[in-house]
């Protein structure tokens, strides 16, 4: 019986290799016959109905284009991307696709679906885009995940506490001083478009503000032009190789500039902090932490009565560089958005801006000359809702990229392919009509006497869950500052087009005529 077996098992196996040999001969006599174009088009074709096989079977249910577009996909269409165009995908459903090269992209609308991807590290990791590896440099912080990632932000923490905050105000005054001369200089004939030059403030805050007097006015001025393509390069759809004379390409020149100034900037702040000096700006902050730390943990002072330090571990200064750049990606072209919104807001409503400078007055005890520190700005209620109503009406980021680590079931119905992109977005959170009456206007009140703060689900400006947004209180702090020095110095008019109101892309969101603004000194 068992010799049985064998030989129909045996038989079993030749004939089909009998089957598998026909079948190769019946394909190479059908090819024989066939051009080498005919071959090229034939292949090309099998590949093409694969590709959208594969993409149906991804779509499954969810909104968007019944086919995709061959090889590239939406990538032609994104290249400029519209706000009316992203409105229009966000509003197709609460899970809607789209297909980029080799990218299929999931996007959520909805604020309970935003929130469930923020707080799904099982699921998901932070991907920002394409090109985000290749500009911020793939060990960078950001792109760090579970544990490895909880331990590198354990050692910023302090750096955004209340006292580290108002270190940081008298360098950013500084800034807003100088930079105000140069508004009133500008503004001697006509109006001037504002976008550009809010995002150089902008640049020259954080700069001052990480690392002091370490840079220098030139090379701050040099940055601001090199984050103008660095943001170019990390628009969400991009061609995907670093070739040269590409917007990836001349970001990584970019991004290479930068790191050098953040990494000799470093260098000497670790030199300074060593010497025993007390810390002036992050960097300072940052890297005396670490030089505690390390004292602490040679003595074995865990017993000591004395206050014990965080305890992290010594970053290099390539790391220190690279986490200042991630910082610098996050804050810049943020609170440019946020900055152009809140000026031309207030020039629109002067009612508005007559109540902040009521207010600035007040926290100054009617001093309009004294300089700003902490507990001035904390008394700020009046103006802390108009710049977060600026940012409920306007906000900077309208999504953040994730990576699906595995198949992720994100609804009863639909499960997120692993490897794909899936986009939480904040619009609709932001707009909603329940938490935000009259959702389209921008009313600074419903913060201090409406209903807006008993909505906290519904505030996703600045993200949440384990990777939300590490310097908030800071970026609000210095939108706060900048109106609040400016009510007291500056009028300002808005030349406004029939354009002012619309919103134009470039990473974040900006008045689409670029903000025209003529600035004049406010006598005492």
Same mark, same amino acid.
């Given at each position: 019986?068992?010799?049985?077996?064998?030989?129909?098992?045996?038989?079993?196996?030749?004939?089909?290799?009998?089957?598998?040999?026909?079948? %190769?001969?019946? &394909?190479?006599? /059908? =090819?024989?016959?066939? $051009?080498?174009?005919?071959? !090229?088009?034939?292949? #090309?074709?099998?590949?093409?109905?694969?590709?959208?096989?594969?993409?149906?079977?991804?779509?499954?249910?969810?909104?968007?284009?019944?086919?995709?577009?061959?090889?590239?996909?939406?990538?032609?269409?994104?290249?400029?991307?519209?706000?009316?165009?992203?409105?229009?995908?966000?509003?197709?459903?609460?899970?809607?696709? %789209?297909?980029? &090269?080799?990218? /299929? =992209?999931?996007?959520? $609308?909805?604020?309970?679906? !935003?929130?469930?991807? #923020?707080?799904?590290?099982?699921?998901?990791?932070?991907?920002?885009?394409?090109?985000?590896?290749?500009?911020?440099?793939?060990?960078?912080?950001?792109?760090?995940?579970?544990?490895?990632?909880?331990?590198?932000?354990?050692?910023?923490?302090?750096?955004?506490?209340?006292?580290?905050?108002?270190?940081?105000?008298?360098?950013?005054?500084?800034?807003?001083?100088?930079?105000?001369?140069?508004?009133?200089?500008?503004?001697?004939?006509?109006?001037?478009?504002?976008?550009?030059?809010?995002?150089?403030?902008?640049?020259?805050?954080?700069?001052?503000?990480?690392?002091?007097?370490?840079?220098?006015?030139?090379?701050?001025?040099?940055?601001?032009?090199?984050?103008?393509?660095?943001?170019?390069?990390?628009?969400?759809?991009?061609?995907?190789?670093?070739?040269?004379?590409?917007?990836?390409?001349?970001?990584?020149?970019?991004?290479?500039?930068?790191?050098?100034?953040?990494?000799?900037?470093?260098?000497?702040?670790?030199?300074?902090?060593?010497?025993?000096?007390?810390?002036?700006?992050?960097?300072?902050?940052?890297?005396?932490?670490?030089?505690?730390?390390?004292?602490?943990?040679?003595?074995?002072?865990?017993?000591?009565?004395?206050?014990?330090?965080?305890?992290?571990?010594?970053?290099?200064?390539?790391?220190?560089?690279?986490?200042?750049?991630?910082?610098?990606?996050?804050?810049?072209?943020?609170?440019?958005?946020?900055?152009?919104?809140?000026?031309?807001?207030?020039?629109?409503?002067?009612?508005?801006?007559?109540?902040?400078?009521?207010?600035?007055?007040?926290?100054?005890?009617?001093?309009?000359?004294?300089?700003?520190?902490?507990?001035?700005?904390?008394?700020?209620?009046?103006?802390?809702?108009?710049?977060?109503?600026?940012?409920?009406?306007?906000?900077?980021?309208?999504?953040?990229?994730?990576?699906?680590?595995?198949?992720?079931?994100?609804?009863?119905?639909?499960?997120?392919?692993?490897?794909?992109?899936?986009?939480?977005?904040?619009?609709?959170?932001?707009?909603?009509?329940?938490?935000?009456?009259?959702?389209?206007?921008?009313?600074?009140?419903?913060?201090?006497?409406?209903?807006?703060?008993?909505?906290?689900?519904?505030?996703?400006?600045?993200?949440?869950?384990?990777?939300?947004?590490?310097?908030?209180?800071?970026?609000?702090?210095?939108?706060?500052?900048?109106?609040?020095?400016?009510?007291?110095?500056?009028?300002?008019?808005?030349?406004?087009?029939?354009?002012?109101?619309?919103?134009?892309?470039?990473?974040?969101?900006?008045?689409?005529?670029?903000?025209?603004?003529?600035?004049?000194?406010?006598?005492?």
């Amino acid at each position: 019986m068992e010799s049985f077996n064998n030989f129909s098992t045996a038989t079993a196996s030749a004939f089909k290799v009998a089957e598998a040999s026909v079948a %190769v001969a019946t &394909f190479r006599e /059908f =090819v024989k016959g066939m $051009s080498w174009w005919t071959v !090229a088009a034939t292949s #090309l074709a099998i590949l093409l109905v694969a590709e959208q096989i594969r993409y149906l079977n991804r779509k499954q249910g969810i909104a968007g284009r019944a086919w995709t577009i061959p090889i590239v996909g939406e990538f032609l269409g994104s290249m400029h991307p519209t706000f009316e165009g992203y409105l229009a995908k966000w509003e197709s459903g609460p899970l809607s696709c %789209v297909s980029v &090269f080799h990218k /299929f =992209v999931v996007i959520a $609308s909805t604020q309970e679906l !935003a929130r469930k991807i #923020l707080n799904a590290p099982a699921y998901v990791q932070p991907c920002v885009v394409d090109a985000g590896k290749k500009i911020l440099k793939h060990t960078n912080w950001v792109f760090l995940d579970g544990k490895a990632h909880v331990e590198y932000r354990k050692g910023l923490n302090n750096l955004f506490t209340r006292k580290a905050l108002g270190v940081y105000l008298p360098a950013q005054e500084q800034v807003y001083d100088e930079y105000f001369k140069e508004f009133l200089a500008m503004s001697k004939e006509k109006h001037v478009p504002y976008m550009n030059i809010f995002r150089e403030i902008n640049v020259a805050v954080s700069c001052r503000t990480f690392c002091g007097d370490y840079i220098t006015s030139e090379a701050i001025k040099a940055i601001s032009d090199d984050y103008w393509r660095i943001t170019a390069a990390m628009e969400l759809v991009n061609f995907p190789l670093v070739l040269p004379y590409t917007k990836i390409w001349y970001g990584v020149q970019a991004r290479n500039r930068v790191l050098a100034e953040f990494e000799a900037s470093s260098a000497k702040s670790r030199a300074r902090m060593q010497a025993g000096e007390e810390p002036n700006c992050m960097m300072d902050a940052w890297i005396k932490e670490m030089i505690e730390a390390k004292a602490f943990q040679e003595k074995g002072d865990a017993n000591s009565a004395g206050h014990a330090p965080i305890l992290i571990r010594e970053f290099s200064d390539s790391e220190i560089a690279q986490t200042f750049l991630s910082f610098l990606f996050a804050s810049q072209d943020a609170t440019s958005s946020a900055m152009c919104w809140l000026f031309q807001y207030l020039a629109d409503r002067p009612e508005i801006l007559v109540k902040v400078r009521e207010e600035q007055l007040a926290v100054r005890d009617g001093d309009r000359n004294k300089r700003m520190d902490i507990d001035m700005v904390e008394k700020m209620t009046y103006t802390r809702a108009v710049v977060k109503e600026t940012l409920r009406l306007r906000p900077p980021v309208l999504m953040v990229p994730y990576a699906a680590k595995k198949d992720y079931p994100i609804t009863p119905e639909y499960i997120v392919p692993k490897g794909s992109m899936i986009i939480p977005t904040f619009w609709h959170a932001l707009h909603d009509e329940e938490a935000y009456p009259e959702p389209n206007h921008w009313n600074p009140e419903r913060w201090t006497e409406g209903q807006a703060e008993s909505f906290p689900r519904n505030w996703l400006v600045f993200g949440t869950g384990p990777h939300v947004c590490l310097g908030q209180q800071y970026a609000v702090m210095h939108l706060m500052a900048t109106i609040g020095k400016a009510s007291m110095f500056l009028d300002w008019d808005h030349l406004r087009t029939p354009t002012s109101d619309d919103i134009r892309i470039f990473a974040t969101t900006f008045p689409m005529d670029d903000l025209l603004l003529k600035f004049s000194e406010r006598s005492a």
